[in-house]
C-alpha cells in the first residue's frame, strides 16, 4: 500500500500528511501532526478518549480514517481555546474538578462541548445518557455532568 497525500483542516488550519490510506483519523492526529491531545485509549471505540469533532458532530477518531475526513471541519481540544482564553466547557472542568488523572479529559470535554450544542445537556440523566461513551476510570463522573450542566445553563 503506496503513501498518499492526505489533506485535513483541522482546527481552521489547512494540513497536509504523507501517510497510507489505512491510518485512522486519531493517528494522523497523533502521529503525523503532534496534536496529541487526542487520547488513544482502546482503539477500539470503546472508551472515548479519541473524541473530537467534525463538522461539529462527534466522533471516535480512532473509528474513522483520516482519508474520509478530508474537506470536513476536524476540532481537537487543541482548538477549543481562543489564544488565552479557555472555552468555556475548559473552565467548568477546572471549576466543577471534572477530571483526577486527566487521561479522559480531553475525550470528555469535546463530548461535552457537542452535548451542549446538541441539546443533550437538559438534565442530568439525559447528560449522563450522552456522556455514557466516554469512560473515566478514575470515577469523576457526578463532577463531569456538573460541569457540561452548567454550560448549559
Ligand atoms: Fe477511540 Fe477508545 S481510543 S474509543
Redesign the pocket.
Known amino acids: 500500500e503506496g503513501v498518499t497525500s492526505l489533506q485535513l483542516n483541522i482546527n481552521g488550519a489547512a494540513r497536509t500528511i504523507q501517510a497510507e490510506p489505512r491510518v485512522t483519523l ?1 493517528d494522523a492526529l497523533r502521529e503525523y501532526l503532534d496534536l496529541t491531545g487526542t ?13 473530537v469533532l467534525v463538522d461539529g458532530k462527534r466522533i ?4 474513522t480514517l483520516a482519508v474520509m475526513q478530508q474537506g470536513k471541519q476536524i476540532t481537537t481540544i487543541e482548538g477549543l481555546a481562543k489564544g488565552d482564553a479557555l472555552h468555556p466547557m475548559q473552565e467548568a472542568f477546572i471549576k466543577h474538578d471534572g477530571f483526577q488523572c486527566g487521561y479522559c479529559t480531553p ?1 470528555q470535554i469535546m463530548s461535552g462541548v457537542a452535548c451542549v450544542q446538541e441539546g443533550h445537556a437538559t438534565t442530568d440523566a439525559q447528560c449522563r445518557e450522552w456522556m455514557s ?1 466516554n ?1 473515566c476510570r478514575c470515577g469523576a463522573y457526578p463532577n463531569i455532568v456538573a460541569a457540561v450542566r452548567e454550560v448549559a445553563q
Not at 39 to 51: I, L, N, P, V, Y
Open positions: 486519531l487520547k488513544k485509549g482502546c482503539d477500539h471505540g470503546q472508551c472515548g478518549a479519541c473524541t471516535n477518531s480512532c473509528l475525550g461513551g469512560l
